[in-house]
């Protein structure tokens, strides 16, 4: 049972918004042609889903799985590739705090700044933001 609320989109006020989602790193030269790689989940402070653009595919049903959700992007966006070719990472929010999850090829503080602006995660929107670098072979690419 998926105990997350859901609001409608007109109840978000666009300044205050906070997101989790899942995101990739392409173009490491224009940070701004990423944007269509983040899929964000507006919520609140404490990890409630107030709306979604997509389905829900993660295994507990309140963010996105990298694999089906790259699987659903425009052939266009994916280019063929697999959806562990590019570097990734996910932003996951629970009282108060947003811990942003990223491939270890994701640590330099221009990008951790554009994950951080695309999520809308900054003092005002949360208590804590961490940054955790996954060494792991969960986040590993196709490019380490």
Same mark, same amino acid.
């Given at each position: 049972?998926?105990?997350?609320?859901?609001?409608?989109?007109?109840?978000?006020?666009?300044?205050?918004a906070?997101?989790?989602?899942?995101?990739?790193?392409?173009d490491?030269?224009?940070?701004?042609?990423?944007?269509?790689?983040?899929?964000?989940?507006?919520?609140?402070?404490?990890?409630?889903?107030l &709306?979604?653009? $997509?389905?829900? =595919?993660?295994? +507990?049903?309140? %963010? /996105?799985?990298? !694999?089906?959700?790259?699987a &659903?992007?425009? $052939?266009?966006l =994916?280019?063929? +590739?697999?959806? %562990? /070719?590019?570097? !990734?990472?996910?932003?996951?929010i629970?009282?108060?705090?947003?811990?942003?999850?990223?491939n270890?090829?994701?640590?330099?503080?221009?990008?951790?700044?554009?994950?951080?602006?695309?999520?809308?995660?900054?003092?005002?929107?949360?208590?804590?933001?961490?940054?955790?670098?996954?060494?792991?072979?969960?986040?590993?690419?196709?490019?380490?």
């Open positions: 049972m998926n105990n997350k609320k859901i609001v409608p989109d007109a109840v978000c006020v666009a300044s205050s906070l997101y989790k989602g899942i995101f990739w790193i392409v490491w030269k224009q940070l701004e042609n990423n944007a269509p790689y983040f899929l964000k989940i507006a919520t609140d402070r404490y990890g409630f889903v &709306s979604s653009d $997509h389905e829900l =595919t993660s295994k +507990k049903g309140d %963010n /996105y799985n990298h !694999r089906l959700s790259w &659903s992007l425009p $052939h266009q =994916t280019d063929g +590739k697999a959806y %562990n /070719y590019y570097p !990734r990472g996910r932003v996951e629970r009282n108060d705090e947003a811990r942003i999850f990223i270890p090829l994701l640590n330099e503080d221009e990008i951790i700044n554009y994950i951080r602006e695309q999520f809308n995660l900054n003092g005002k929107t949360i208590g804590k933001i961490r940054i955790l670098i996954d060494h792991s072979s969960h986040y590993r690419s196709g490019q380490n």
